[in-house]
C-alpha cells in the first residue's frame, strides 16, 4: 500500500470467467476482508456470463460483493450460441431463472453489435433482450458496443446514439441504463 494511492474499486474480470476458480467463494471473502481493513470504501465488483450460479458457494459469493456484474448478450439460445460461442449445454432459460434468485439486486451487461448472422438491433432480438430485462428487473443495465479488435471479421459497432434508441422503450419505463459507444 503506497501513501496517497486511492482505491475506489476492485474488479474481477479478464481473460476467462472469474466463477470456475476453484477457490472463487474464498477468493471474494478475503478480498473483501483485505477491503474493509484498507480500503473500506471501495467497490468489489465481478463480471460474469451468469453460467456457475449453481455452483456450490458461487451465488453466495456474488451476493456478497457490491457489483455483481452479469452478462447476457442475446434473448435465446441460438443467438447466444451465435454471440458467444456458448458451451454446449448452455440454455438462455436456466441462465435467466439463476438470475431470477438475486430478486434484482445485481447489474445486467450486454454487448449490442452486428455481424452477418446477428443483430442486436433486429426486432426480435431486441423485444426478446427487453423482455428478459423487465422480467428480472435489475438495479442496472450496461448496454456497450465493440471497443477493441475482435476475432470474427465484419462485426459492426452500434454508437451511444443508436444504442440510446434501441433502448428507449426501457429508459421511459424508468430502468436505469448506461450506455457506452
Not at 454446449?88 to 434484482?104: M, P
Amino acid at each position: 500500500m503506497h501513501e496517497g494511492v486511492k482505491i475506489d474499486s476492485i474488479t474481477f474480470a479478464g481473460d476467462g470467467e472469474p466463477t470456475l476458480n476453484t477457490q472463487f467463494p474464498q477468493i471474494v471473502d478475503d478480498t473483501l476482508t483485505l477491503r474493509d481493513m484498507y480500503y473500506p470504501s471501495a467497490k468489489v465488483s465481478v463480471l460474469s456470463n451468469a453460467t456457475r450460479l449453481r455452483s456450490p458457494g458461487v451465488f453466495e459469493a456474488l451476493c456478497k460483493v457490491d457489483n455483481p456484474i452479469m452478462k447476457i448478450d442475446a434473448p435465446t439460445t441460438e443467438l447466444a450460441s451465435r454471440i458467444n460461442r456458448a458451451f454446449k449445454g448452455y440454455e438462455i432459460r436456466d441462465v435467466v431463472d439463476d438470475l431470477k434468485a438475486f430478486g434484482g439486486d445485481f447489474i445486467l451487461q450486454t454487448m449490442f453489435l452486428k455481424s452477418a448472422d446477428f443483430d442486436s438491433s433486429a426486432p426480435e432480438c431486441l423485444e426478446g433482450w427487453m423482455n428478459i430485462v423487465r422480467e428480472l428487473s435489475p438495479r442496472e443495465i450496461m448496454v456497450y458496443s465493440i471497443d477493441r479488435p475482435t476475432p470474427q471479421q465484419g462485426l459492426q459497432k452500434f454508437t451511444e446514439a443508436q444504442m440510446r434508441e434501441l433502448v428507449k422503450p426501457l429508459l421511459n419505463e424508468g430502468f436505469r441504463i448506461q450506455i457506452k459507444g
